[in-house]
């Protein structure tokens, strides 16, 4: 697991500190507006392992038991290609990406089209289909 500070450069790939960025996400001193905001947070969260945060933004209909790690898995960026909705004003949206990562050494991507809702002002994960269409 990489070492990431307050002053280190957020894992989710903005030009932004930890602390300035996904950080207040994860310790529940604020909360993600966007779509986007909460699928960058929890691409942060599985680089960082925290699986509390994952299942806390994770729709209860969907959410699973616990969240696996792979050890083998090593997160190496993360691409937001096209949103929709997900704003403010909105109340589901999806958030499509490429995620980067190398396991045990060998390279790959993941590229998923994520939906989310938002429920008592917090946006959460519903699903994922995988996708290589960018839009
Ligand atoms: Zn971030």
């Given at each position: 697991?990489?070492?990431?500070?307050?002053?280190?450069?957020?894992?989710?790939?903005?030009?932004?500190?930890?602390?300035?960025?996904?950080?207040?996400?994860?310790?529940?001193?604020?909360?993600?507006?966007?779509?986007a905001?909460?699928?960058?947070?929890?691409?942060?969260?599985?680089?960082?392992?925290?699986?509390?945060?994952?299942?806390?933004?994770?729709?209860?209909?969907?959410?699973?038991?616990?969240?696996?790690?792979?050890?083998?898995?090593?997160?190496?960026?993360?691409?937001?290609?096209?949103t929709?909705?997900?704003?403010?004003?909105?109340?589901?949206?999806?958030v499509?990406?490429?995620?980067?990562?190398?396991?045990?050494?060998?390279?790959?991507?993941?590229?998923?089209?994520?939906?989310?809702?938002?429920?008592?002002?917090?946006?959460?994960?519903?699903?994922?289909?995988?996708?290589?269409?960018?839009?």
């Open positions: 697991m990489p070492e990431v500070g307050a002053d280190t450069p957020c894992p989710c790939g903005m030009p932004a500190s930890y602390s300035a960025c996904c950080g207040p996400f994860h310790t529940g001193d604020a909360l993600p507006p966007t779509a905001h909460v699928m960058r947070s929890r691409y942060s969260a599985y680089v960082l392992h925290d699986e509390p945060y994952l299942l806390r933004t994770w729709a209860p209909a969907t959410r699973p038991r616990d969240v696996d790690f792979d050890p083998d898995m090593r997160w190496t960026g993360l691409e937001i290609l096209g929709t909705d997900g704003t403010l004003f909105h109340t589901t949206g999806t499509t990406f490429v995620a980067r990562y190398t396991h045990r050494g060998e390279p790959g991507e993941l590229r998923e089209r994520s939906r989310f809702e938002k429920a008592d002002g917090a946006w959460a994960y519903v699903d994922g289909t995988f996708t290589d269409d960018a839009s």
